[in-house]
């Protein structure tokens, strides 16, 4: 069976006709590559070929089974002809990697998964959707052991893959000083003479400062406050010719620091999200050639993270996290420049947790003492009277740092739900501001979630209460 298409070539020697033959295509023959399968033809055939040997190798088991082998990945033609030389059969034969073992691990493995497996020319393609960027990971290192670097990666992952990250920065500091000490003078003036002598000695400011002498003849004393007579007690009697001086000095300092920032930042798995509340100080910095320019550094609340979705709701997260402000207690200064330091807490650290759980990522507990005991020469070790000769200096300091840290699984929502902190709040009228002295009016908002925030009552006591 054959079908006539045309054609005549004409040449120098005469006309001569030829006829191609096209038989019927059957349906594609797959065969996995290394694997064979065998053909049977409902006509008996007298003779077949194979159009690329290098794909797949035949050969016949009877005049109507053929046995096919796959050796390469591609698409070839297997003809079948006739006893009487006509055309039965074109089959095109498709030889792809064996996917069989593949696909029966996949499902040992990942079991629920919703993968699908195809071939395409020498590789495999993966589509379908997982459940987590695990399952993913899982999936195409599998196929790697099947088709090295062969590999079309068309999966998507399902589920949140957003994450918000909420870190809670907490610092209080205490510190408390206390000081004593004293000093003693004595001394009087010849009479008739404005020769005056005297003799003063302790362990306060001896020097300058304010006078606590009890004449005005002279002042051959001169004892003073070491603390600008805050906490100093001076005492001083005296007649023409003689003077004696007492002063006692006592100062205690007390002093509180709270710091608090939470900082919150949303970002998609396995994105870098950045944050920063403060500000860039300009810091000097002077080249090779000589020559200064300005350098920016960042201060404030800081915090740069990655998220992964591991697993459901299994977040792994890498970040950054710092508190910096500018401490004006320590400073450089060159030239017409001055540069400060900072103060600064800072964690880095890569965690995993769940959704709505916490981690305490980072804590200090720092407790400093410092004493100081000065006195006169033998006379500061008296029994009970030496505590005149004496000064004390007594100075602790405690600082406790915690920095935590909450991630949220999350997904967007409508504007008109989301609450913000000028809801409560707007502007004041001229009628406010003029009659009323109001900077502010109230905004009580009744619907949706600033409604919610509006109705919230924010009376009564609050804060933090330390007592010693």
Known sequence: ??????????????????????????????VPMNRAVVVESDEPFAELSIANPGIADISTL???????LGKAPGRTTLTLLAPDGTLIANVEVQVSPDITE?????RQILPGENIEVRTANDGIVLSGTVSSASALD???????????????????????QQ???????AEMQRSVTKSLSTSLGFGG???????????????????????????????????????????????????????????????????????????NLTALSGQRARFLAGGEYPVPVQDEDGGVFIDYKPFGVELEFTPRVVDGDIINLELNAAVSALDNAASFGSGNFTVNSFKRRETSTTVEMRDGQSFAIAGLLQDDFRDLNGQVPWLGDIPILGAL????????????LVIIITPHLVTPTRGEALALPTDRIRPPSEADLFLYGRTAAPNRPTTGAAGEVAQQDFGGSYGYVMED
């Open 138 to 160: 899982r999936a195409l290192d599998l196929a790697n052991r099947y088709a090295p670097d062969r590999i079309s990666n068309l999966m998507s992952v399902g589920g949140t």
């Open 163 to 169: 994450v918000m990250l909420k870190v809670r920065f």
């Open 102 to 106: 593949f696909k029966e691990r996949l």
């Open 189 to 263: 003036e010849l009479a008739g003479t404005g020769i005056g002598a005297g003799l003063a000695f302790g362990t306060g400011n001896l020097t300058g400062g304010t006078s606590f002498s009890g004449s005005t003849v002279g002042n051959p004393l001169g004892v003073a406050s070491n603390n600008d007579r805050a906490g100093a007690f001076g005492f001083g009697l005296g007649t023409g010719a003689l003077q004696f001086q007492v002063m006692l000095e006592a100062l205690e300092n007390k002093g509180m620091v709270r710091t608090l920032a939470e900082p």
């Open 62 to 68: 009877s005049d109507r089974t053929i046995y096919v």
């Open 389 to 400: 000769f004496r000064s004390v200096d007594y100075e602790r300091s405690q600082s406790e």
């Open 1 to 30: 069976m054959g079908l006539t298409l045309a054609s005549a070539y004409t040449g120098a020697a005469g006309a001569q006709g030829l006829r191609v033959l096209s038989g019927a295509v059957s349906s594609s023959l797959s």
